[in-house]
T-cell receptor, first 112, second 109 residues
Framework: KAGVTQTPRYLIKTRGQQVTLSCSPI?????VSWYQQTPGQGLQFLFEYFSETQRNKGNFPGRFSGRQFSNSRSEMNVSTLELGDSALYLCASSVSLNTEAFFGQGTRLTVV | GIQVEQSPPDLILQEGANSTLRCNFS?????LQWFHQNPWGQLINLFY???GTKQNGRLSATTVATERYSLLYISSSQTTDSGVYFC???????????FGKGTRLHILP
């Protein structure tokens, strides 16, 4: 059974650009959540989706957005990139809400 | 929202020693997991343990939900156990998923 797949693995963008990250959950999993990890702030929750609906959202500015498709795949978008957006972005999937989450390998975003 | 505190922040042990990592949380939880982050950044599932005790080889986790803490035990540590261990909980009024700041474990050969 394939695990959670995140693409791309590495990304370099310049300030002001936008970026879209993709997450394919484990087959049969309907919940996807996203996290940002930085050395200073640790692991912070971004969004949680279930059956194409955003169920919960972390404390991030509106430049961070996401969506989930009918096949449970999810994307997150960051617009008007800032240097501080440089981070490891992790996606997790679970069968349903409040169940065990499994993480992908992450996308390492560098903003220059 | 829920506050999650992990202790100790850093732990250095000799190979073969036992260790106990602690996770305290400030509200009732529906979900609690322990992860080990490998050097490449991936979070590896250790335990899904919102209550009770679970064991997997040299590792075990005990969560006492009524007292709002969880413990991760590592026995007979190996150098490959080195890395950062995270506790993540979900619950409270806003039901957000909150990670602790982690415990960085160094196992010396």
């Amino acid at each position: 059974k394939a695990g959670v797949t995140q693409t791309p693995r590495y990304l370099i963008k310049t300030r002001g650009q936008q970026v879209t990250l993709s997450c394919s959950p484990i087959s049969g999993h309907r919940s996807v959540s996203w996290y940002q990890q930085t050395p200073g702030q640790g692991l912070q929750f971004l969004f949680e989706y279930f059956s194409e609906t955003q169920r919960n959202k972390g404390n991030f500015p509106g430049r961070f957005s996401g969506r989930q498709f009918s096949n449970s795949r999810s994307e997150m978008n960051v617009s008007t990139l800032e240097l501080g957006d440089s981070a490891l972005y992790l996606c997790a999937s679970s069968v349903s809400l409040n169940t065990e989450a499994f993480f992908g390998q992450g996308t390492r975003l560098t903003v220059v | 929202g829920i506050q999650v505190e992990q202790s100790p922040p850093d732990l250095i042990l000799q190979e073969g020693a036992n260790s106990t990592l602690r996770c305290n949380f400030s509200d009732s939880v529906n979900n609690l997991q322990w992860f080990h982050q490998n050097p490449w950044g991936q979070l590896i599932n250790l335990f899904y343990s919102p209550s009770g005790t679970k064991q997997n080889g040299r590792l075990s986790a005990t969560t006492v939900a009524t007292e709002r803490y969880s413990l991760l035990y590592i026995s007979s540590s190996q150098t490959t156990d080195s890395g950062v261990y995270f506790c993540a909980v979900q619950g409270g009024r806003d039901d957000k998923i909150i990670f602790g700041k982690g415990t960085r474990l160094h196992i010396l050969p």
